[in-house]
């Protein structure tokens, strides 16, 4: 991403949709996942957090986490020099000023990101579990370095760490057409090698629903999630880049693309 370049303006339209999993419904507790989407100058963010449902203030941490991304942005913005370890280290710091004075570990959460610039570049990170894919135009890839048929499966999130290395990061370069985020309640349930109609699903049948129609099918999709016997709190959310025209539709059936059933 080049910070404080013009370049040609892209259209980026964001959306996601977050619901409790069976488990927290039947036990009357709260929704342990958070994501949110906001603007910081010409810039466009999109953030999920997964609380770790072991930890007493999971739904604090992870709600904190989606504020901190936002805030980080907004200074890391004003400083066109500073690399992307800067804003990771300023996640951290106003991470644990939003959910003090709670001890960190009480709230400890995923957390992943993407910052999307004026021109359509960018970059994306992640910290813990989950999924966040990037269709850069030609393919869809994983940003993950471990785990079973490529997923990322290691505990780890804001308040279990500090060390900047334990982050995941990539450039989203000039071209790219969706970023997906998913918590693992959903990432857990998805094939690997049908990601990318996963993506044209998300991108397609689902994006071209006028708001509200978009949010609410997208959140009953995930109440009627397929994988049987599904216990987790769900959220999806993805940033499109580029104009509604702009859709490849790869093949297979599109309804429950991607999904163990």
Do not use: Y
């Not at 339209?13 to 342990?32: E, K, M, S, W």
């Not at 007493?56 to 890391?76: K, L, M, N």
């Not at 982050?167 to 998913?182: D, E, K, N, Q």
């Amino acid at each position: 991403m080049i910070r404080g370049h013009r370049r040609k303006t892209a259209t980026v339209d964001i959306f996601g949709a977050t619901v409790r999993g069976p488990a927290h419904v039947a036990n009357g507790l709260p929704n342990q996942d958070a994501w949110c989407q906001a603007r910081t100058g010409n810039h466009r963010v999109v953030v999920v957090s997964d609380g770790m449902g072991s930890k007493p203030h999971a739904d604090v941490g992870s709600r904190a986490a989606c504020r901190a991304v936002v805030d980080a942005v907004r200074v890391w913005r004003r400083h066109p020099l500073a690399g992307t370890d800067v804003l990771l280290g300023l996640v951290h710091l106003l991470w644990r000023a939003r959910i003090a004075p709670r001890a960190q570990e009480d709230c400890a959460c995923t957390c992943l990101f993407a910052v999307i610039a004026p021109d359509g570049a960018g970059v994306a990170a992640q910290l813990g579990d989950g999924l966040l894919a990037i269709d850069d135009g030609s393919s869809v890839s994983v940003l993950s370095s471990r785990g079973v048929e490529g997923f990322v499966n290691e505990t780890t999130g804001l308040g279990l760490t500090t060390r900047l290395a334990a982050w995941r990061t990539a450039a989203l370069p000039l071209g790219s057409r969706s970023i997906v985020l998913c918590t693992d309640g959903v990432s857990d349930d998805l094939i690997a090698e049908k990601i990318p109609e996963f993506v044209d699903w998300l991108r397609g049948e689902v994006r071209t629903k006028r708001e509200p129609q978009r949010r609410h099918f997208l959140a009953r999709s995930l109440r009627e999630w397929p994988t049987p016997k599904h216990l987790d709190d769900k959220t999806i959310a993805i940033a499109c880049i580029g104009p509604l025209a702009s859709i490849r539709k790869r093949g297979g059936d599109q309804s429950n693309a991607g999904r163990r059933r």
